[in-house]
């Protein structure tokens, strides 16, 4: 089992940058495939981006690629979201989630989430 708390969100201007972080607990961080969402007002739960158990291989989807950046550090139990180039459709509450498989883009596939951060994108 692990727990996730991220951090980092905020209010910030169309076009900045915004770094994500979320802390896992345990000394399994390392077993664990690590992915981000977001969740609009009125939406559903959306797949931003994933990460392989070293790191070593990413995915994102179409409406972030180019844009965000996934990465980890397993010596820090820590996964980041860097977001650049942000679009007032960024808005969004941002979760990071934990999974036993690599490659999932739906919630579904995730097994541990963490409580979520704002991310507010002002144009």
């Known amino acids: 089992q692990v727990q996730l708390v991220e951090s980092g969100g905020g209010l910030v201007q169309a076009g900045r940058s915004l770094r994500l972080s979320c802390a896992a607990s345990g000394r399994t961080f390392r077993s664990y495939v690590m992915g981000w969402f977001r969740q609009a007002p009125g939406k559903e739960r959306e797949f931003v981006a994933g990460?392989?158990?070293?790191?070593?291989?990413?995915y994102y989807s179409d409406s972030v690629k180019g844009r965000f950046t996934i990465s980890r550090d397993n010596a820090k139990n820590t996964v980041y979201l860097q977001m650049n180039s942000l679009k007032p459709e960024d808005t969004a509450v941002y979760y990071c989630?934990?999974?036993?498989?690599?490659?999932?883009?739906?919630?579904?596939?995730?097994?541990?989430w963490g409580q979520g951060t704002q991310v507010t994108v002002s144009s």
């Open positions: 989630a934990a999974a036993s498989q690599y490659g999932s883009r739906w919630p579904g596939g995730y097994a541990y």
């Open positions: 990460i392989s158990w070293s790191g070593d291989s990413t």
